[in-house]
């Protein structure tokens, strides 16, 4: 558990001193259910958030749907 609360901290502090803070999410957080968590915390930090909406395996182009 200490090591996940430095992590967090450590991300914490990255976005507090990112010139364009965003949070890029994949499949895995929408699989995971937690779509809603990730948008709150991108809203309450006033973070841009970017979803990878299809990443074809053997293809380099990736479609993105940007919220806000």
Do not use: H
């Amino acid at each position: 558990v200490a090591g996940r609360t430095q992590a967090l901290e450590q991300a914490a502090q990255l976005l507090a001193d990112a010139k364009y803070p965003v949070i890029l999410s994949g499949g895995g957080v929408s699989q995971a259910g937690a779509l809603e968590e990730v948008t709150a915390l991108a809203e309450r930090a006033g973070l841009q958030r970017v979803q990878v909406v299809e990443m074809p395996a053997n293809n380099l182009t990736v479609v993105f749907r940007r919220d806000g």
